[in-house]
């Protein structure tokens, strides 16, 4: 079974604060993604990866980084955390074959007050 | 440019009564379709997926989908609902590489209610 792993469930964290979101995949998936999930907006592409060192944006790249230096790795850094960060961010990795299927982690809850 | 429109955000049935959750879609080049199912506090987990094979596709849990290219849909049914189907479901469509890194456009979703 493909397992994707997320570093936290959930995270409380203050304003202007630097946020890290780990994610590692065990099935030597190329590409891996980053999400978040707003109610009522569905799931909305931060970031993605298709290779180790590389990095694409996504939809809505303002306010977060990125970084992938092994292959199972992928981490999500939120330079200075704002109250409208707060959301549900969701890890995904896939093969590189042009089916596209992606499996997903369980998911941070993170939380800026 | 893809995208994904999931009709009804919210959608409650009675238990043992027909799901249909619908999915129409805008692809410019021809479609992989998925439905994902996401439970409460849990990340998605895929249902079922067309990769241009058979129209009509059979997933986990009973569920099922069938591709319409002329009604460019791709609805998602199981025949008798059950209350452990109440989620959220959200339908997907991937670029296939086109942009590099396989992308999937989400539907913002569905969340399904099962009553008694």
């Keep these: 079974d493909v ?13 202007g ?8 995949q065990d099935m030597d998936h190329e590409n891996m993604f980053w999400y978040r999930q707003d109610p009522g907006l569905g799931l909305r592409l931060i970031y993605f990866s298709y290779d180790v060192k590389m990095k694409e944006k996504g939809d809505i790249p ?6 992938r230096e092994k292959k199972e790795r992928f981490s999500l850094i939120l330079e200075s955390a704002s109250t409208n960060q707060t959301s549900m961010y969701l890890c995904a990795s896939s093969f ?3 089916s596209g299927t992606q499996y997903f982690g369980p998911g941070t809850r993170l939380l800026v007050l | 440019a893809q995208s994904v429109t999931q009709l009804g955000s919210h959608v409650s049935v009675s238990e043992g009564a027909l799901v249909l959750l619908r999915c129409n879609y805008s692809s410019s080049v021809p479609p992989y379709l998925f439905w994902y199912v996401q439970y409460p506090n849990q990340g998605l987990q895929l249902l079922l997926k067309y990769t241009s094979a058979a129209t009509l596709v059979k997933g986990i849990n009973g569920f099922e989908a069938e591709f319409k290219k002329s009604e460019t849909s791709f609805h998602l049914t ?16 991937s670029d296939r590489g086109t942009g590099g890194g396989n992308k999937l456009t989400f539907g913002t979703g569905t969340q399904l209610k099962v009553e008694l």
């Design chain 1, 3 to 15: 397992k994707v792993t997320q570093s936290s469930r959930y995270l409380v964290k203050r304003t």
């Design chain 2, 78 to 93: 199981k025949p008798s609902a059950h209350m452990s189907d109440a989620a959220e479901y959200f339908c997907a469509v």
């Design chain 1, 96 to 98: 590189g074959d042009r």
């Design chain 1, 17 to 24: 604060e630097k946020v890290f979101l780990e994610c590692v």
């Design chain 1, 62 to 67: 303002e306010g977060y980084s990125v970084s």
